[in-house]
């Protein structure tokens, strides 16, 4: 995957962002992402989910659980792309300046650095057996 847009339009979905749901450093974005966003309109899903795959297969994007995915208007972002989007679009201002930042590195070296964390996650961070289970708050922010 790359950081372009591909495929062609979804139906009206908010925007949504995808991640492996048994990674901890994905999960610790998500997380994040809750505390830090500014207008509660983000979705949600785990890169495992029967939503996601089919979205992913919607949009003729493999399946990469190396990567968190940002789809908004029915285009997909992956790597570092993903991340300073999903930032700027959703971050509340100083946060959303960090997403201006991270753009202005060149996409070969940020993405570099993505793939090199991505890689390591699992033994850096941890993993869980399962997918996280959201409050029932949080549910209605996933996508089914």
Known sequence: MSGQPRGGEVESQGPIMLFDGVCNLCNGALQFMLQIEKHDMLQFSTLQSDAAIALLKHLN??????????????????????????????????????????????????????????????KWFGHKETCLMPTPALKARFIA
């Not at 990567?67 to 959703?90: C, E, F, N, Q």
């Not at 991270?102 to 793939?115: M, S, T, W």
């Open 61 to 122: 994007a493999p399946l990469d659980l190396s990567t968190v995915v940002y789809v908004v208007d029915g285009k997909l972002y992956t790597h570092s792309t993903a991340i300073s989007l999903l930032l700027r679009h959703h971050a509340r201002p100083g946060w959303a300046f960090l997403g201006v930042l991270l753009a202005l590195i060149p996409k070969p070296l940020r993405d570099f650095g993505y793939r090199v964390v991505a890689r390591n996650r699992y």
